[in-house]
């Protein structure tokens, strides 16, 4: 639909005037955001004391978006909807600031900035100065809950937000750079997982202004057909607005989310009346407008609208450059200030007529700013409790444990629809399938009568995309929501950058108290580096866990629970918390279980502690030796190493320390679980040796731990990136954190012992070569490995 | 195009009987690896003893993969194409060995697995096993240059291969699971950057088997008209292949192929000719095929074949359910492997017919083991160096030097066609501009007139993709050629587990002889951390340093160089090695300029070295305390606050440390580049306070040094993920790694200073506090701030 199709009756002059001038109004707010920081209504003629020492901002992105808020508000009054607006393109910060000003939330928020002349120019001295706000949508940005600064996933945040959402809808504008990027390509897939009656809508604003930073964007120099082609391939009809002069573009505008909004409207009730259930071709918009749209049109005689000079700060050295400071005054004079706004700065009221009403307003939706908070429901974990008599006389499967728990959040909250499951087509693979009992995989695709629990109104993720997962799921908490994300280790640094980008929006946010608290983001990372042998070496990295790590402590929670019942214990207390990023770790093998649940409370309550029935020293002794763990399978094999000194060495005094709650490594003033440093010299010493088998990489042990006084005697195995196919003994034995190394690291450590000492190095480096051998021949590991059992101090 | 609708004419009797022949023995192959590790012609009947103790593979994927392996050698031999087979679904290396195993070329590179009994059940053995083989493709297949492990990224790769390697056709199989990922969904925008006058073909075979590991995949359930959509805007022309029943896919694989690469040679010759100058349309193929063809229909009463219990190890325990393993021995003998292999396990005679000449196999093909590798031509460093006269006296942008040389790399190489440029829309950004006074953007869509330096044979590849920046340059210097990718150092960690792929690929391969070396990958991390002030808190992570630092030793190196010369030395130094990762971190803005190239060489050749200069104390004097520095501005704020305490306490003795290779931080026996003890203990002494500020998180310092012996006294100052949008010099106070909090720091640490030293304390706190103040006012630095200039010893 091109604008000489459009049906223009429908917008009357009067609506016109007023679209127009209220678009002029946030153009005009725009500009004098990125120039101005005194003079804020042009009341007197334009001088160098005015403008910003630094010129900072980008305006090439501001007027369409500017354009789309307009509009919106218009369509919003007029059907009474519940709307919220994404803001995709970077640097689009400008016209958040400007629309919201203009309808009042942001003065709701922020009284200080009222809607006056001294309140136009805090918002517009504020703007990328010291202290003040950023130049993209942020957390602090009102009606925002997506960041504007690493381009891809608005679109996945916007799906997030309506998901269980049946009113909302997200209006997401897609800037043509951010387009190319990997995250917003295949979140065009979305609608595949996207259910009408029971979900909201996300209707997609394409924005071809067609440049980057200094380069057409690709999908700016299709042309429509092409568009509409790639569009209707995703499921997807696409409407096209596209122009420059201002009439007929309201027009368009106008009549075209008239015809969106009645679109979302017929496929909602079609699938809530149940007349119609299948996946529906939603509609979306194709904006073309030029970038930097109401700029003048050259600069120094080279091009300025409609092209890349337009994307940053239009026209430069405004302070110094009297002509550059004339063509400025006359761009904004060039709205017509005085017209828009009255002497003492408020809009004027005909303007004002466009503001949909307070409980409508975009910047005030408390879907954005955690105002909406479901309750989870979250079920004892004493019935999902593995029944453990002793430490290692119960076998059991950490994941599928976890499973039957999740099953019943699933049931507690199935009315209340607020609780979703991601993962990438890994939710059986990873043992958590005991959910299907509960729910299904939400999918709009046709649906085989073969297909496994594939439903329409299914509460389970999966597509092979961390990117959606991740993306789709950050949408859904800060919209109010509960989730779990559970993911192979090794691939979950695909999302790095978002788990970066979320870590900073709840670090911002914790300091903005109109934001509430929303939900943790919960990872559960499974088929962990030490069971991906068969796999091989591109399945093996547990490096996300210092990732994380690098991030403020207030933030970021990493857990390593060494068997079921703590699993258990660690994901209801990270379901329970908020404005966190809780990563847990926790394989999905049979293995033994070492604590009874009153156990694993105590335990993980600390996040580290003393396991005394598995040393052999008295609680109020100190040890020869500390033999350390964290992780499942680092645990397993310090107990079987425990197992091997004590057996050869009766006298020898070890203490066995397990650690849950990575943080609590880390002094406590560095991070709020911190064990402080008298606790930590208790469990650890400050003079005995520690052997400490970590399940990552060895170095952020040390990292964690390097200002404790023990810190020179510390010595961490961990994965050293040596994997490959092979056994799971092999990967431990690889990486020299199987039961024989550690106890070998052990004696080299410990107190000379002698004859006995000497003689127990010779058969354990005796065991590693009969491990390799028999491995080779049979493939598997030895059946001392396969059948191991902890035998305690039966020794 | 449906199978009704194909003339089949084209494919006698006999060459379908090839097909089926060759394709079957593949399939029999694939299962053997699977099952197998004796009796592996079945001429004896199965037993328990003949299968593996664990089964591990994939087979779902796998005979779709022999299908086309098949149909390419007949292609080859048919047009004399220089092909290779770029595997993308997860776990095809059963169909990838099975195959090469086939043609000749495995034996050829692997002697000890000959095309005989012998060797076909060391064939089998080895598969998953330990010691043996991964099973997707991986640096062990021959002919692979693609992981393929971790998903998305195979389209990529395969056109990197393809740039600048014109008479080359990369058959690229992009599995419907991996095209949900974000890599690859962008990945098809890959024609708007490959020109058919000097590059090769992609030929992308989309292949719908319907499931990933337990749900259907997106794509497989779109209708062909869908799917024809889509990719057409996308580019593309879509050729189906669908179906099950042998005779009519041969016919329609055949014909399909034929079209295809007669497509290529049409569009390869209107360019070539200069007859056509626009981006063409260019062919791909959709196969749809069972998950799992020819396997059983059922197991167990239920559907097998066509579904997603196909996709892993079919049928299990078949070691010890009978039934199974007479299943799974039907199932193997279906494919009557007498007919296939004579009696010594040598392939028959007819079958080979098949197989390509040995210069063509795809299994040999050099273009995927570096057999391969273009010479970099490399102009010497010191015409592009700063003149610097003395320290601190000349000020340069260090990337705009490095810029002019790029540009000369470009056009010394630029006859060879082996040096590309990629970065995500920021090469004029990150003020590498000059490379387009030789060369241009490549571009393939339309080009306006005002565009700049847009081009369709132009070496910058610019996307707004780090995803495609990655995979294309991984791609091409797999293939043998030279790169370079600059990026804003906040969003490489959109590819952190490329990366990571990338680096355990060449771990791998650095352990395999017949893999010669390729040109490292080189990156440039600019707008960094220190220098993102303006774009705020989203823009400011320097986390990647910690992330690359998790490699194994042998293959990563970080570089932190101070000032244009030494990131001029870096850069020449970093391109003439092989088989690393490079990481180079460097700004972009204009600052003091602290070595002329003499100094630069000998200070960067050993990696850190304490600057005589900049202290005040004799090389042989031990100090009272070291001032160390790894990066711009760090370097830049060390020496203001050794300049800061020189001036207040003239008797005190400093050390000033520079540190360009991080890896030298590191003991020798860690890190080839790491200094030995004595010479770490020589320039951070082992007892005295050090103050280090580093570029990045503070805990790499700590977990790079601290087996060192002065590791207690070391205290790193660093970027605490605190940022926001303000000014330069602000953005160090908030992290504490300004001249002011450097001075206080080393007050602290240093012997006490008496009435001098509380002066002084006095005087940098009043400082701090006056800096807050007047950025607040004036939205920029102070001025003693900006016109900083180092007075040396003159003070």
């Avoid at 695909?494 to 970066?500: Q, V």
């Avoid at 005697?713 to 196919?725: A, K, W």
Wanted: proline fraction near 6%; hydrophobic fraction near 35%.
């Amino acid at each position: 639909m091109s604008n000489a199709q459009i049906d223009t009756a429908s917008l009357t002059n009067d609506e016109m005037d007023v679209l127009e001038r209220y678009w002029r109004a946030a153009n005009y707010l725009s500009v004098g955001q990125i120039y101005l920081m005194d003079n804020p209504l042009l009341d007197r003629p334009l001088e160098p004391e005015h403008i910003k020492p630094r010129l900072l901002g980008h305006w090439g992105t501001t007027p369409g978006l500017n354009f789309i808020y307009t509009h919106l508000n218009r369509i919003i009054t007029k059907n009474d909807l519940e709307m919220i607006y994404v803001c995709g393109p970077g640097h689009g910060g400008p016209g958040m600031l400007a629309n919201t000003w203009l309808e009042g939330s942001y003065s709701e928020i922020y009284p200080h900035v009222p809607r006056t002349r001294e309140g136009m120019q805090t918002l517009f001295r504020q703007f990328s100065f010291p202290g003040g706000v950023p130049s993209h949508a942020a957390p602090e940005t009102p009606g925002s809950m997506h960041e504007g600064g690493e381009l891809g996933y608005s679109l996945a945040h916007a799906f997030g937000a309506v998901f269980d959402n049946p009113d909302l809808i997200a209006a997401c504008v897609v800037g043509d750079g951010e387009a190319e990027t990997g995250a917003l390509a295949t979140s065009w897939h979305s609608n595949t997982f996207l259910n009408p009656e029971h979900d909201g809508a996300v209707l997609p604003i394409l924005h071809l202004n067609g440049y980057k930073i200094a380069n057409p964007t690709i999908l700016a120099r299709f042309d429509d057909q092409q568009l509409r082609d790639m569009f209707s391939g995703f499921g997807w009809e696409a409407f096209f607005v596209e122009g420059e002069d201002h009439a007929p573009m309201h027009r368009a505008m106008a009549e075209t989310l008239d015809r969106s909004v009645a679109r979302i409207h017929e496929i909602q009730k079609a699938a809530r009346e149940g007349v119609v259930n299948e996946r529906p071709r939603w509609p979306m918009i194709v904006l073309r407008s030029p970038k930097g749209w109401t700029a003048p049109k050259q600069i120094d005689g080279k091009k300025l609208e409609g092209f890349w000079r337009a994307h940053q700060v239009p026209i430069g050295k405004v302070r110094e450059n009297g002509e550059h400071r004339k063509l400025l005054e006359e761009w904004m004079r060039s709205y017509r200030p005085e017209e828009l706004f009255d002497p003492s700065g408020r809009p004027m009221p005909d303007i004002l007529k466009l503001v949909p009403d307070k409980s409508r307003l975009m910047g005030l939706s408390p879907h954005t700013n955690g105002g909406v908070k479901a309750e989870l429901k979250l079920p004892e974990i004493h019935q999902f409790a593995l029944d453990v008599s002793g430490p290692g006389e119960t076998t059991g499967e950490a994941t599928r444990t976890l499973g039957k728990y999740l099953a019943e959040v699933m049931r507690l909250n199935a009315e209340a629809r607020n609780f979703r499951l991601m993962g990438p087509d890994e939710t059986t693979s990873n043992r958590l399938d005991a959910v299907f009992e509960e729910t299904d995989r939400v999918w709009m695709e046709p649906i085989e009568p073969y297909d496994d629990h594939l439903a329409h109104d299914g509460r389970v993720m999966e597509v092979l995309s961390e990117h959606l997962c991740q993306g789709w799921l950050e949408g859904y908490l800060l919209s109010g929501r509960h989730g779990w994300f559970a993911c192979y280790e090794a691939f979950i640094h695909i999302i790095d950058s978002m788990f970066n980008q979320h870590a900073k929006w709840l670090k911002v946010s914790q300091g903005l108290e109109w934001r509430k608290p929303v939900a943790s983001l919960n990872y559960l990372l499974t088929s962990h580096v030490w069971r991906q042998d068969h796999n091989g070496f591109s399945h093996q990295d547990p490096g996300f866990l210092d990732h994380v790590a690098n991030k403020k402590a207030d933030i970021v929670r990493i857990y390593l629970p060494p068997d079921a019942n703590s699993l258990l214990w660690v994901s209801a207390h990270c379901l329970q918390t908020t404005d966190r990023v809780n990563v847990i770790v926790a394989g999905k093998q049979p293995s033994p279980q070492w604590m009874n649940l009153e156990e694993t409370e105590r335990h993980c309550r600390v996040g580290a502690g003393a396991w005394d029935w598995a040393g052999s020293v008295a609680e109020d002794e100190e040890p020869d030796i500390v033999m350390a763990c964290a992780g499942d399978v680092p645990t397993l094999e310090t107990l079987a190493a425990v197992q091997l000194l004590r057996e050869a060495l009766p006298k020898l005094k070890i203490r066995v320390v397990n650690v849950v709650d990575l943080m609590s490594l880390q002094p406590e003033y560095s991070h709020p679980h911190g064990l402080s440093d008298r606790d930590f010299d208790q469990l650890f010493t400050t003079d005995r040796p520690i052997v400490f088998a970590h399940h990552g990489y060895p170095y952020l042990i040390h990292r964690l731990a390097y200002k404790r006084h023990n810190h020179a005697n510390l010595h961490v195995h961990g994965y050293r990136e040596e994997g490959t196919t092979t056994t799971p003994f092999d990967m431990a034995v690889l990486n020299e954190i199987d039961r024989f190394h550690l106890a070998l690291a052990a004696l080299k450590w410990m107190p000379d012992q002698g004859e006995v000492g000497a003689k127990l190095k010779r058969t354990l480096e005796e065991k590693l070569d009969r491990h390799t051998a028999y491995i080779k021949e049979h493939g598997e590991d030895m059946p001392e490995i396969l059948e191991w059992q902890w035998r305690g101090a039966k020794a």
